[in-house]
């Protein structure tokens, strides 16, 4: 089993910056992907961004405004968010699992329990 735990979400206003963390524990060498995905009200759950072996991967509504980053021996990944929107308001939730193609929600095996971004205008 692996347990993850988001921090870092909250209240901004556009164009501003917002970095979101996950935490992994437990059987931590099952994490090949980790991911964050987020879920607006009334919208389906969607990729926002993925690191998988040294490489990152980024949803098309965030490419160039957030950046991914892992650190394997802390086993933690963090979501850097610049030029927030309002559109980004949402729960973002941190993944982990052996997932590829990374966008794919199947692949991933873990979930945290979300945490709040919320972006004002």
């Known amino acids: 089993q692996v347990q993850l735990v988001e921090s870092g979400g909250g209240l901004v206003q556009a164009g501003g910056s917002l970095r979101l963390s996950c935490a992994a524990s437990?059987?931590?060498?099952?994490?090949?992907?980790m991911g964050w995905f987020r879920q607006a009200p009334g919208k389906e759950r969607e990729f926002v961004a993925a690191w998988r072996r040294g490489a990152t991967y980024y949803g098309n509504s965030v490419k160039g405004r957030f950046t991914i980053s892992r650190d394997v021996a802390k086993n933690t990944v963090t979501l850097q968010m610049y030029s927030l929107k309002p559109e980004d308001t949402a729960v973002y939730y941190c993944?982990?699992?052996?997932?590829?193609?990374?966008?794919?929600?199947?692949?991933?095996?873990?979930w945290g329990q979300g945490t709040q971004v919320t972006v004002s205008s």
């Open positions: 993944a982990a699992g052996p997932a590829w193609p990374v966008a794919a929600q199947t692949g991933y095996n873990y």
């Open positions: 437990g059987r931590t060498f099952s994490t090949d992907t």
